[in-house]
């Protein structure tokens, strides 16, 4: 059985509308390929899962997630969330935990995610 992400972002979002909420999720938690329709929407971050949470995890994961807003020609898929970057604030590697500030134009978000 594939592990999955969870996100837990609903205490640190009060700018999100409850639709840019579902949008938020949506896009972390879908596995990039997993749509037909859209192939490019979603996320690679379920393939850091069981990895070692080093540098270059820490890399990826910033990457993926930044990544996961935007399609294949970089336009956003929710142009209400447009992040303009990502950055780890704390990592529990003992409960495969990130806390995690994205940055969007006029706010940053704290999310936590789990599952990794």
Do not use: C
């Not at 037909?36 to 993926?64: A, C, H, Q």
């Not at 807003?69 to 898929?77: L, R, S, T, V």
Request: proline share 3%.
């Amino acid at each position: 059985m594939m592990k999955s992400i969870y996100l837990n972002s609903s205490s640190n979002t009060k700018f999100f509308s409850a639709s840019e909420q579902e949008s938020f999720n949506r896009i972390l938690s879908t596995n990039l390929g997993s749509r037909v329709v859209r192939p490019y929407f979603g996320s690679e971050l379920y393939t850091l899962i069981d990895g070692n949470m080093d540098d270059e995890w820490r890399l990826k994961f910033k990457k993926f997630t930044l990544e996961a807003f935007y399609d294949e020609n970089h336009i956003p898929w929710d142009k209400r969330l447009n992040p303009s970057g990502v950055n780890i604030t704390k990592l529990n590697a003992t409960k495969n935990e990130v806390y995690t500030s994205i940055d969007f134009d006029k706010y940053s978000v704290e999310t936590l995610m789990g599952g990794f």
